[in-house]
Each structure stands twice: as structure tokens, then as C-alpha cells.
């Protein structure tokens, strides 16, 4: 069974930068064939889609508070997802969580939900605090 560890997290200032990697534990496998996606989640609310993108590396999608500031990429060689964060904002603070979906497909209409992915890591605290 897959098994994703996020790395990267941290304490940044308003406007500030964080860059989120995920890849896998161990001999646990390959992200290669998997869709990746990026959730957020804040104290006491629901778990929020921020990125996404395809096992090929394209296409990608972005949640709508932070499209144009945060930017997703997959390095199959090296077995890595990327979160860029730039201009962080006080509402970005949260619980930011790695999924892969075995389907290796996102759509770009809509974000897909939590439920259409399989296998979690962890996560990763972010908080944008001055």
C-alpha cells in the first residue's frame, strides 16, 4: 500500500512563501501512476481542494482562493509533488494533506472531492500569522 509523507510546512508571514513536497515512504511504491491532489483543512471546517494534477504532470487545477498564487507540479523521476504557495494570506492557515488517486486522471471543470481519493498522508501544519 502506498504511503504518502508531506513535507515542508511551516510558520510565514502575510505575503510570505512555502513550498509543500509529497512523495512516498519506504519501498511503499511510486507516485508515477497516480493522480496527485492538495487539501487544506481549518479548524472546524470541511476539507478544501487546492490543487491537483494528472499522473503525467498536465493538466493541473486549482481551487478558485487560490488560483494564480499557488502552483502544483509532479517530478515523476524523482518521485515528488510540489506545493508552491506565494502570497500567503491568514486564511491559508491549515492542515495541508497529500492524496493520490489510482484513477490518474483529475478533471478540469470541477475540483474532484476527498472521497475520489484513495490514500492520505498525514499532513502538514501551515500557518500564516504575522
Known amino acids: 500500500q502506498l504511503q504518502l509523507v508531506e513535507s515542508g510546512g511551516g510558520l510565514v508571514q502575510p505575503g510570505g512563501s512555502l513550498r509543500l513536497s509529497c512523495t512516498t515512504s519506504g519501498a511503499s511504491g511510486s507516485l508515477e501512476a497516480y493522480a496527485v491532489g492538495w487539501f487544506r483543512q481549518a479548524p472546524g471546517k470541511e476539507r478544501e481542494a487546492v490543487a491537483c494534477?494528472?499522473?503525467?504532470?498536465?493538466?493541473?487545477n486549482y481551487g478558485e482562493s487560490v488560483r494564480s498564487r499557488f502552483f502544483i507540479s509532479k517530478d515523476n523521476a524523482a518521485n515528488m509533488v510540489y506545493l508552491q504557495m506565494n502570497n500567503l494570506k491568514s486564511e491559508d492557515t491549515g492542515v495541508y494533506y497529500c492524496a493520490a488517486r489510482g484513477e490518474g486522471w483529475i478533471t478540469i471543470s470541477t475540483m474532484l472531492p476527498p472521497s475520489e481519493y484513495e490514500i492520505w498522508g498525514q499532513g502538514t501544519q501551515v500557518t500564516v500569522s504575522s
Open positions: 494534477v494528472s499522473k503525467q504532470g498536465l493538466p493541473t
